[in-house]
């Protein structure tokens, strides 16, 4: 069915995708212009809105004891608020020329056509499935939405057995072995690299090698899941690689996510070499003055290397639609790039990391220097100060920073703000050396470990 453009004279935004995003940018859309001047329409192929995807795995491994603890705004807020949503709706064919989108009410199956005056391109990431025998057998679950969350759990309420298998050993699958052992699973990872958290140079994932073991928690590195296993009764029962079999009552895959790109492809809108789609810094869609794009599903510039590249975090994605919601609404803003700063946990171990890793600035051609120093997470003497391992780049000539790693207990991961902030102001490590932070015995050592690894690092420029 074809919608009618006979109505009053209001833009009509649609909005494809209903969490962080496409949430944020029809909420701020909202806030500059009222019902009277913006109709809002936008949907949403799941059960939920505006939720915390980074809280999944606290949430199965029960430190989160609800789904609704991870919502920030339901649907029924966003309608109060005069916004049209409609939920379990799938957004199935952009036509640009005719400025329509064809959505299709996944409960009754009826299309119909919505057209629009602008358009918002939210439908963020997928979980990477690999082509594989077995891997959709039931009890094989990835991990990207709540419906997805509520699955896994359900999953884990009626399997008898107490063997997990994650699959990946990025932040995904390492926040999910942790779950699972909270849980109190047996859990074995299966991570093609040499090391977890490829995120991480070799030297610093091996860190969290060795705390993951010691949580009790198998690592098999250097191994590529080649089928899934399954039982009589069709669910999984192992996972296989090359060289062994891991039994499994559960599966988890942990591989990572791509843009979801499918439905801006198909309408020819431009995609980088990520796959995610291409915007101007005001996230408008390059060559399409009324389409925007955000969240998981774009690719953004890297302000380190100067290349554009696919990080999917609900900070950008939030912050992405701040920036599409002021300017569907009239105004101005930007979103400049991206430093990559990250961070995460295992139990009681932090790790957090921004700017580049070494293999990163040799594929852009960089010369550098790295640095890795030992401190502790307060003054020495002070109970409770914990060891700290801070690796840290420079670029050999200039001694502009170029990424900072961190691997610690309590107090270790958000100190790499200091560095993501150095980053981004584009300072050198000398200049780093001078930094005011603040310290006391309880926070501290006099001299920060951010700051020990840049006077190190600012010498060995000098030296170099």
Same mark, same amino acid.
């Given at each position: 069915?074809?919608?009618?453009?006979?109505?009053?004279?209001?833009?009509?935004?649609?909005?494809?995708?209903?969490?962080?995003?496409?949430?944020?940018?029809?909420?701020?859309?909202?806030?500059?212009?009222?019902?009277?001047?913006?109709?809002?329409?936008?949907?949403?192929? *799941?059960?939920?809105?505006?939720?915390?995807?980074?809280?999944?795995?606290?949430?199965?491994?029960?430190?989160?004891?609800?789904?609704?603890?991870?919502?920030?705004?339901?649907?029924?807020?966003?309608?109060?608020?005069?916004?049209?949503?409609?939920?379990?709706?799938?957004?199935?064919?952009?036509?640009?020329?005719?400025?329509?989108?064809?959505?299709?009410?996944?409960?009754?199956?009826?299309?119909?056509?919505?057209?629009?005056?602008?358009?918002?391109?939210?439908?963020?990431?997928?979980?990477?499935?690999?082509?594989?025998?077995?891997?959709?057998?039931?009890?094989?679950?990835?991990?990207?939405?709540?419906?997805?969350?509520?699955?896994?759990?359900?999953?884990?309420?009626?399997?008898?057995?107490?063997?997990?298998?994650?699959?990946?050993?990025?932040?995904?699958?390492?926040?999910?072995?942790?779950?699972?052992?909270?849980?109190?699973?047996?859990?074995?990872?299966?991570?093609?690299?040499?090391?977890?958290?490829?995120?991480?140079?070799?030297?610093?994932?091996?860190?969290?090698?060795?705390?993951?073991e010691g949580l009790g928690i198998t690592m098999a590195d250097d191994a590529a899941v080649t089928k899934v296993l399954t039982?009589?009764? *069709?669910?999984?029962?192992?996972?296989?690689?090359?060289?062994?079999?891991?039994?499994?009552?559960?599966?988890?895959?942990?591989?990572?996510?791509?843009?979801?790109?499918?439905?801006?492809?198909?309408?020819?809108?431009?995609? *980088?070499?990520?796959?995610?789609?291409?915007?101007?810094?005001?996230?408008?869609?390059?060559?399409?003055?009324?389409?925007?794009?955000?969240?998981?599903?774009?690719?953004?510039?890297?302000?380190?290397?100067?290349?554009?590249?696919?990080?999917?975090?609900?900070?950008?994605?939030?912050?992405?639609?701040?920036?599409? *919601?002021?300017?569907?609404?009239?105004?101005?803003?930007?979103? @400049?790039?991206?430093?990559?700063?990250?961070?995460?946990?295992?139990?009681?171990?932090?790790?957090?990391?921004?700017?580049?890793?070494?293999?990163?600035?040799?594929?852009?051609?960089?010369?550098?220097?790295?640095?890795?120093?030992?401190?502790?997470?307060?003054?020495?003497?002070? @109970?409770?100060?914990? @060891?700290?391992?801070?690796?840290?780049?420079?670029?050999?000539?200039?001694g502009r920073l170029l990424g900072v790693q961190i691997v610690g207990r309590e107090g270790a991961g958000k100190r790499v703000?200091?560095?993501?902030?150095?980053?981004?102001?584009?300072?050198?490590?000398?200049?780093?050396?001078?930094?005011?932070?603040?310290?006391?015995? @309880?926070?501290?050592?006099?001299?920060?470990?951010?700051?020990?690894?840049?006077?190190?690092?600012?010498?060995?420029?000098?030296?170099?």
């Amino acid at each position: 069915m074809n919608m009618s453009r006979t109505r009053d004279t209001r833009e009509r935004l649609v909005v494809i995708g209903g969490d962080a995003a496409g949430m944020s940018a029809a909420s701020q859309a909202r806030r500059l212009k009222g019902p009277d001047e913006l109709e809002i329409v936008a949907f949403e192929r *799941g059960h939920f809105t505006s939720y915390s995807a980074c809280g999944i795995p606290y949430w199965v491994g029960g430190e989160v004891t609800e789904p609704d603890q991870l919502i920030a705004r339901t649907p029924e807020e966003h309608r109060e608020r005069d916004i049209d949503l409609r939920m379990r709706t799938e957004v199935m064919e952009i036509d640009v020329g005719r400025q329509r989108v064809r959505a299709r009410d996944l409960e009754s199956g009826a299309e119909s056509w919505t057209s629009y005056d602008k358009l918002v391109i939210a439908t963020g990431a997928r979980p990477i499935r690999p082509d594989m025998p077995g891997v959709d057998a039931p009890g094989v679950h990835g991990v990207q939405t709540l419906d997805d969350g509520q699955a896994l759990i359900d999953t884990l309420a009626h399997t008898r057995g107490r063997k997990a298998v994650v699959v990946g050993a990025g932040y995904i699958g390492v926040e999910m072995a942790e779950a699972l052992i909270n849980r109190g699973y047996e859990v074995t990872v299966i991570n093609r690299g040499s090391e977890p958290m490829s995120t991480l140079d070799p030297d610093m994932g091996r860190l969290v090698h060795e705390a993951m073991e010691g949580l009790g928690i198998t690592m098999a590195d250097d191994a590529a899941v080649t089928k899934v296993l399954t039982g009589e009764d *069709g669910r999984v029962r192992a996972v296989a690689t090359e060289n062994a079999e891991y039994p499994a009552d559960v599966v988890v895959l942990g591989i990572g996510v791509r843009p979801e790109t499918t439905l801006a492809k198909a309408a020819g809108l431009p995609l *980088g070499s990520h796959g995610g789609l291409l915007t101007d810094l005001a996230m408008r869609v390059r060559g399409h003055e009324n389409i925007w794009a955000g969240g998981d599903c774009v690719e953004v510039l890297d302000l380190v290397s100067g290349q554009e590249r696919h990080i999917a975090l609900g900070t950008h994605a939030n912050k992405h639609g701040q920036v599409i *919601g002021t300017g569907v609404g009239g105004g101005y803003a930007t979103f @400049p790039g991206v430093v990559g700063t990250a961070v995460s946990k295992v139990c009681d171990l932090e790790i957090a990391r921004t700017g580049l890793r070494e293999k990163d600035a040799r594929r852009v051609g960089l010369q550098f220097v790295s640095v890795t120093i030992e401190s502790t997470s307060r003054a020495g003497y002070y @109970p409770g100060a914990s @060891p700290m391992t801070v690796k840290m780049l420079a670029e050999r000539r200039t001694g502009r920073l170029l990424g900072v790693q961190i691997v610690g207990r309590e107090g270790a991961g958000k100190r790499v703000d200091i560095a993501a902030v150095a980053l981004t102001a584009g300072m050198t490590v000398e200049q780093m050396t001078a930094l005011d932070l603040g310290y006391a015995p @309880p926070f501290s050592p006099v001299w920060d470990p951010v700051l020990v690894a840049a006077r190190k690092a600012a010498a060995k420029v000098r030296a170099s």
